[in-house]
């Protein structure tokens, strides 16, 4: 089953890493970039085309890696071509289901939103269908999200949600390593040992997490009574840090929903 990308941005390029390095090849990507065609086909020997069109006629799973600017000419243009046959899915933020099954002729639809860190194998990505439908297409959808990092499926209203934190958190966390950096530079550290430092504690807590360690479970770990990591705590309730997280996560919510409606 051949599938096909409409885009050739970062997150498709993450996902067909993934997917070349599973053994799935029978991919065929559309991308106007005469370079950045060359680019993908040379580096994982795949097909790249120019026209929307040829890529609807020769694929089944339709995976539509583009800007959500970009999606209302790009439905426009492969709309008459989209039957009941083809799965379509989208990783375009804010369009919603209904959206693509008001314009297209297939109720095989997809809308997953993966995150940047899908971009060395990391990702965290979140699926919704439009209904329920018997079909190996959406192993196949599971298939490449997992060759990307993890996959869960969640009812649409949840998006918005799922948007703001597994979507926006990267930058969150970044801003959060950030932050720690500065702090270390002010104590003595030079910048490149205090990257390393905050790089590989943030990367080897998220491992232990995964475990399935409850977070508060590690942080009561590492506090001792009265010790180094207490006094550091005791600055973050200071300064409501849970409150300013909360908040940073529910504003990204409602943005999330804004340019849904828009």
Avoid: W
Avoid at 111 to 136: I, K, W, Y
Avoid at 182 to 188: H, L, P, R, S
């Amino acid at each position: 089953m051949k599938i096909g990308f409409i885009g050739g941005g970062n997150i498709a390029e993450a996902m067909i890493k993934g997917m070349t390095s599973q053994g799935m090849k029978d991919i065929l990507v559309s991308e106007p970039a005469e370079e950045r065609r060359e680019y993908l086909s040379k580096s994982f020997s795949i097909e790249t085309t120019n026209s929307n069109k040829d890529l609807v006629a020769s694929c089944r799973i339709i995976i539509l890696a583009i800007k959500p600017q970009n999606m209302v000419p790009v439905i426009d243009e492969i709309k008459e071509i989209v039957t009941g046959e083809h799965t379509v899915v989208s990783i375009a933020a804010g369009i919603k289901l209904d959206y693509l099954s008001s314009r297209l002729k297939t109720n095989k639809l997809i809308r997953v939103m993966p995150n940047t860190p899908a971009l060395v194998q990391e990702g965290m990505s979140v699926m919704s269908l439009c209904e329920c439908f018997s079909d190996n297409s959406i192993a196949v959808v599971r298939d490449i999200l997992t060759s990307i990092g993890k996959v869960i499926t969640l009812p649409e209203k949840y998006m918005d949600a799922v948007t703001a934190l597994s979507g926006s958190g990267p930058a969150f966390i970044a801003l959060f390593i950030e932050a720690m950096i500065e702090g270390a530079k002010t104590i003595g550290l030079n910048e490149g040992d205090a990257l390393t430092l905050a790089v590989q504690t943030v990367l080897g807590t998220s491992k232990l997490l995964d475990t399935g360690m409850y977070p508060a479970r590690l942080r009561e770990m590492v506090t001792s009574p009265g010790g180094t990591t207490a006094a550091g705590l005791a600055v973050f309730d200071e300064m409501k840090f849970k409150d300013t997280v909360k908040a940073a996560i529910i504003a990204a919510r409602n943005r999330s929903e804004e340019l849904g409606r828009s």
